[in-house]
């Protein structure tokens, strides 16, 4: 058993802000990632909300991340939203890029948000989430340090490189979210099990020759396993063309790691479309969306990804959530 | 072995338009689909050329396909086309909206084209292709008849849905060409299979309760297996979203099959999108692109989708494409 304590969702927001500041991250900046932690939490993917404070302060603190940074906000082309998010944190260059993007697509039907210099922006699914409650289609990609090696080759060249696609829904709730990267399994999962010194199933690495590996060790010194074979490569390739070459932002062959402290900003890229469905479907959307996660629903046992977060939001918004007492006790050493 | 003959790719254009014409097609819709068929038997995907002449003339013939439909284009927003195929082929629709398509994308800096009413679209990277050749990202996106069982579930909900990508290179062939299905293998290889009564590998197929099956005919009475499990679920519904939901076209789950002959028209969608790389990154696009390209094909072995295309077709161009007799032999038929 891990111990926890349950904190109510503004609790994890602030105590997220205040770590934030403390570790010489400005309000404006720490304000998104707060609130991102706190949704993440309310969402159950623990992995990536609390847990991450200590990190995110971490890289404040060593230069990965400027802390201080202004995002700067451009519109090349009528359709297109550009943020240099000048190596600082990647969701405040999110947050100033949306709010163009979102009335832009309004009116375009269509709109880009290209998004370079910037950092990993956490949960992808949390941002196309708001794109869907605002009514529109969101598509995201985003890219990392190279994990994934090409087809007949061996050595990592794209990252695990996630895509997300949020569709709206009629409650303000999207009505289908997918959030999947290239890889079998997610990397921090590999690095779980060489913490703890557990092996690895068979498919989730490979080793540096790329052979399967059930050493966890083995593995992050060679390669995540695609998704698929040779499709979830395709998948990678797909997300490094979105979130990087098409942003000039930093491939992942050449990014510095999101772990760690050293190599200095990764640089690294986003890419956000987003899609009036008013102005492409003739109205057919809504209704042809209930049909398509209705004929999953009223199949015994099938899925959506994504099942079931409404429910849990619902009840860590009234309950709180158990967090982990060793993920405080980091933090309120930062607080100091 | 097959019996072949060989013909010029002028020859292939040619005896397509022919037959497609005597079947009842417009000189109009059966130009390009001619022309398309000829650069896929360049390609040497002999499985989407000519030997699929017969089933277009047969379903123009039954009114699966309206041979003499004009496409309707509109514009309605500034960044958003919208063909109404009027249940004709998909391939003059296509053109009817790169038309407009391509030189809204270079203005506006990223552009939709949604098509509705439409058919079997062939090789999806076909018209990809033609987006990168123009100097733009394309990104395109066809639903098809449901042939994928949900996460947790045995009857189909979503086709084998393709989507693809093509990022423009420096000489006008793409730097990248990603077009691939969200199954494991392509449903005509499960048929191929079928009809030449042999057993298929494990992990193609499952059987109407969702187990694995190697018996093509139980496969085909039951689901195509997504590529990677879950997450081919997730590119399926992807793919589903953008080419039906989106468009307002008819989703997998109501379309009639794209094989045979009953049940008319099978009404489904394609969505592309179009983005100008100057636009979005600062002109680092092209220089991403080599250093993304390079870092593959310097590993020993290692390979892009799509690689040594460009030799095929410079081949293909100059001593022509081995043809199916027996092919030829049905499209003779048909011109009588």
Redesign the interface.
């Known amino acids: 058993m891990t111990d926890t304590r349950t904190l109510t969702l503004s609790e994890i927001e602030d105590l997220s802000l205040r770590a934030l500041m403390a570790a010489g991250t400005s309000e404006a900046n720490a304000r998104p990632l707060a609130a991102a932690t706190a949704a993440t939490e309310a969402d159950g993917v623990a992995s990536h909300g609390l847990a991450y404070i200590p990190i995110y302060c971490e890289h404040v603190q060593c230069g990965k991340v400027d802390g201080q940074a202004t995002p700067i906000v451009s519109q090349?082309?009528?359709?297109?939203v550009?943020v240099d998010a000048a190596t600082g944190f990647a969701h405040a260059a999110i947050d100033a890029g949306f709010d163009r993007l979102i009335p832009l697509a309004r009116?375009?039907?269509?709109?880009?948000l290209?998004i370079?210099n910037s950092y990993n922006c956490g949960v992808l699914g949390y941002h196309t989430y708001r794109l869907a409650q605002a009514g529109l289609?969101g598509l995201g990609f985003t890219n990392a340090p190279a994990s994934i090696?090409?087809?007949?080759?061996?050595?990592p060249?794209?990252g695990t490189n996630p895509?997300s696609?949020a569709?709206p829904g009629s409650d303000g709730q999207p009505a289908?979210l997918?959030d999947?990267s290239a890889s079998?399994i997610a990397k921090s999962e590999v690095m779980k099990h060489a913490r703890e010194g557990k092996p690895i199933p068979e498919g989730w690495a490979l080793d540096a020759d790329g052979n399967p590996t059930t050493d966890p060790e083995i593995g992050l010194k060679g390669s995540m396993a695609p998704?698929?074979?040779?499709?979830?490569v395709?998948?990678a390739?797909?997300t490094?063309?979105?979130a990087?070459?098409?942003?000039?932002a930093t491939?992942g062959?050449?990014a510095s790691p999101f772990s760690g402290t050293a190599g200095g900003p990764p640089k690294t890229g986003q890419?956000f479309?987003a899609?009036?469905?008013g102005?492409?479907?003739?109205?057919?959307?809504a209704q042809?969306?209930t049909?398509?996660v209705e004929?999953?629903h009223t199949?015994?046992?099938?899925?959506?990804?994504g099942d079931g977060r409404g429910a849990k939001r619902l009840a860590a918004a009234e309950n709180g959530v158990a967090v982990n007492t060793a993920t405080l006790a980091r933090i309120d050493a930062i607080l100091g």
Chains 1, 2 share one sequence.
């Open positions: 090349p082309r009528p359709g297109v550009k009116e375009q039907g269509i709109a880009a290209a370079t289609l090696a090409p087809s007949g080759g061996s050595k060249v794209v895509f696609i569709a289908v997918i999947q079998t998704s698929g074979g040779y499709k979830g395709g998948i390739l797909l490094e063309m979105m990087a070459a098409m942003t000039g491939l062959i050449h890419m479309l899609i009036d469905p102005a492409t479907s003739d109205g057919a959307f042809r969306m049909q398509l004929a999953i199949q015994d046992g099938a899925h959506l990804p």
